[in-house]
T-cell receptor, first 116, second 116 residues
Framework: AQKVTQAQTEISVVEKEDVTLDCVYE???????LFWYKQPPSGELVFLIR??????QNEISGRYSWNFQKSTSSFNFTITASQVVDSAVYFC?????????????FGKGTHLIIQP | ETGVTQTPRHLVMGMTNKKSLKCEQH?????MYWYKQSAKKPLELMFV???????ENNSVPSRFSPECPNSSHLFLHLHTLQPEDSALYLC???????????????FGPGTRLTVL
């Protein structure tokens, strides 16, 4: 069965600090997809990134970067020079290819607080 | 309107009421989903519709009844709910291309439901 663990329930940092959100996953499939979503106080989940299991290249998008390591089953997310607007709950999610688009398995989320 | 919209954004109902949640997607997608987000718990997939056909029902109690009249609209009919059903109900959609590959899901802002 698939499982996603986000061990950090809440992280609080001061603005401009770098912060890394951890995500560890479990799956028996060799083909799977990993996602990160952001949920601001308004409630809507905002899609950030999708990565398939065959692409271990790290990705950078502005202040955001993702480190995918199959050897440790981790897909960590780093925000560089954090800003108050980054405050939100961040979810990591997994989908096994055999399930197609039928549902994501989410972690419990990490509540990130950026203090001014 | 763009993206995925949900109405109402907030709903308070008694246990004997009947109400409906509405979701509409303007992305031309073929799959739609209902998720439940309770405090301190991961997002839970409730129902999946592909091309208007229900393909997944994750052991959801019958007091929740989904309806998908077309690929753009999804409803969740609520009847004789319990206080523990109070949660944020999120709708999502995805392209659902053929071949079962995993598509990215895009979420609406959710309906905050309180059952008294």
């Amino acid at each position: 069965a698939q499982k996603v663990t986000q061990a950090q329930t809440e992280i609080s940092v001061v603005e401009k600090e770098d912060v890394t959100l951890d995500c560890v996953y479990e799956t028996r499939d060799t083909t799977y997809y990993l996602f990160w979503y952001k949920q601001p106080p308004s409630g809507e989940l905002v899609f950030l990134i999708r990565r398939n299991s065959f692409d271990e290249q790290n990705e950078i998008s502005g202040r955001y970067s993702w480190n995918f390591q199959k050897s440790t089953s981790s897909f960590n997310f780093t925000i560089t020079a954090s800003q108050v607007v980054d405050s939100a709950v961040y979810f990591c999610a997994l989908s096994e290819a055999g399930r197609g688009a039928d549902g994501l398995t989410f972690g419990k989320g990490t509540h990130l607080i950026i203090q001014p | 309107e763009t993206g995925v919209t949900q109405t109402p954004r907030h709903l308070v109902m008694g246990m004997t009421n009947k109400k409906s949640l509405k979701c509409e997607q303007h992305l031309g997608h073929n799959a739609m989903y209902w998720y439940k987000q309770s405090a301190k718990k991961p997002l839970e997939l409730m129902f999946v519709y592909n091309f208007k056909e229900q393909t997944e029902n994750n052991s959801v109690p019958s007091r929740f009844s989904p309806e998908c009249p077309n690929s753009s609209h999804l409803f969740l009919h609520l009847h004789t709910l319990q206080p523990e059903d109070s949660a944020l109900y999120l709708c999502a959609s995805s392209p659902r291309t053929s071949g079962g590959h995993t598509d990215t899901q895009y979420f609406g802002p959710g309906t905050r439901l309180t059952v008294l």
